[in-house]
Nanobody, 128 residues
Framework: VQLQASGGGLVQAGGSLRLSCAASGLSRYAFSRYSMGWFRQAPGKDREFVGTISRSGNSTPLSDSVKGRFTISRDNAKNTVYLQMNSLKPEDTAVYYC???????????????????WGQGTEVTVSS
């Protein structure tokens, strides 16, 4: 399983970006059995949870720091998950990583150590 994150860049505060994470090495059916998460890591800080989307897309827990500004969605037909980021702030500056976990039960993972596969990260810089 390979995850490829893209869509990062430089944006002014208040702007928007949409990140994408494409999964390869999986059939569409298999991808639909994966919970997908987004995490971020700022320089000198630990990797932190941003949000997760359940297999069905019905559950999308988000961290308090991004609630109301970020949304997660997925297109299982394209093996792709998205992170729409609006009203960006300088403190959102980080490398953003997508992650995947094969999920059998209804649990929606939110911790770094719960995920099995990671993308390479895409950098987001928000200028003030």
């Amino acid at each position: 399983v390979q995850l490829q994150a893209s869509g990062g860049g430089l944006v002014q505060a208040g702007g928007s970006l949409r990140l994408s994470c494409a999964a390869s090495g999986l059939s569409r059916y298999a991808f639909s059995r994966y919970s997908m998460g987004w995490f971020r890591q700022a320089p000198g800080k630990d990797r932190e949870f941003v949000g997760t989307i359940s297999r069905s897309g019905n559950s999308t827990p988000l961290s308090d720091s991004v609630k109301g500004r970020f949304t997660i969605s997925r297109d299982n037909a394209k093996n792709t998950v998205y992170l729409q980021m609006n009203s960006l702030k300088p403190e959102d500056t980080a490398v953003y990583y997508c992650a995947g976990k094969f999920t059998i039960l209804t649990h929606t993972p939110t911790r770094v150590d719960e995920f099995d596969y990671w993308g390479q990260g895409t950098e987001v810089t928000v200028s003030s």
